[in-house]
DNA sequence: CTAGTTTAGTCAGATGATCTGACGAAAGGA
DNA sequence: TCCTTTCGTCAGATCATCTGACTAAACTAG
């Protein structure tokens, strides 16, 4: 009568159980994302929309934010701003550096993931309930708290 | 007096608040691991040790249970192969099909990895408090049930 | 039993997402 | 005016995936 499991189904690990839903929401949110006609934006591209400035930034400060190396950032930037979604100008205050803006468009892709983040959210609350998915959210944010330096 | 902030630090997005401890706990844990004296193991091989069955699996199932290609997984294989993690022998029941095998080392490391997943979710008891973090947990448990198919 | 189909795994090649190291040019400080 | 630090780029490596094409073995209908 006893069904045979994997050794490790029983309990899984914290490590899987924020694994899958963040997978999950990353599918509907990128995949929603090109449905809605940016299909260049990628998951790993987060890292330049996460952190931007309205008022641009920097590509070390883009790097610095999203904690990964100037180059690893830049080839991000490049693939962006080559699909129109970004563009650079040179900083006037530093003849070194670039500011980096979003395009219109870019602008477009922050509105979308914006609206594709909540839609995938309230699908998450059909599933266990508006009120569950309240207090998980509020105990992440707590957690998150404590979990600093904040580097993403 | 009001501070310049990031127009999207006020509310984080789910994905932001599931994927930062997530990232931290994956640190922590294979981060951990190589301390222990396995360097060669990195978070990709995590999709081997989380589904290979103790007595044995084909590659076939492994990526499959994964969620990846057999190609993928034959990368990974290969190389946990390789740093004498794993040993594939013909499978007696198909000429076509390999069992993979944990070696000894291979099965210590399943040990290290369950070692490190406890304490680093200890230590995240430490930060928010064990009683909050057990109701983190099972609303994750919730949500994952109800995200089937559970494809990780 | 043979012919056709499906399955297990490999080979080759591509792409994406990172990293490290070395560098030139500009800025900042003493 | 040096010296040092910072900004960004160039070159090259590695890892983690993917797609497509293929062989050999196994299953399935006649």
Redesign the interface.
């Known amino acids: 009568m006893t069904v045979e499991r994997?050794?490790?189904e029983a309990r899984?690990?914290?490590?899987?159980?924020?694994?899958?839903?963040?997978?999950?929401?990353?599918e509907r949110?990128y995949g929603g994302l090109a449905a809605r006609g940016f299909p260049e934006i990628r998951a790993a591209h987060?890292a330049v929309f996460?952190?931007i400035?309205?008022s641009g930034s920097r590509l070390t400060e883009l790097a610095e934010a999203a904690g990964m190396t100037k180059q690893g950032m830049a080839y991000l930037v490049e693939g962006l701003t080559g699909a129109g979604y970004l563009e650079s100008r040179p900083d006037p205050a530093d003849g070194r550096a670039r500011r980096i803006h979003l395009t219109r468009r870019g602008q477009a892709v922050m509105e979308a993931l914006?609206v594709q983040?909540r839609e995938?959210?309230e699908e998450?609350g059909r599933?266990?309930g508006a009120a569950?998915l309240a207090?998980?959210?509020s105990?992440?944010?707590?957690?998150?708290e404590?979990?600093s330096p904040?580097r993403?």
């Open positions: 994997h050794p490790t899984r690990s914290l490590g899987w159980l924020l694994r899958l839903p963040y997978a999950q929401l990353s949110v987060g996460r952190h400035l309205p914006l983040s995938a959210e998450f599933r266990i569950k207090r998980l959210r105990l992440l944010e707590e957690l998150a404590e979990l904040v993403d």
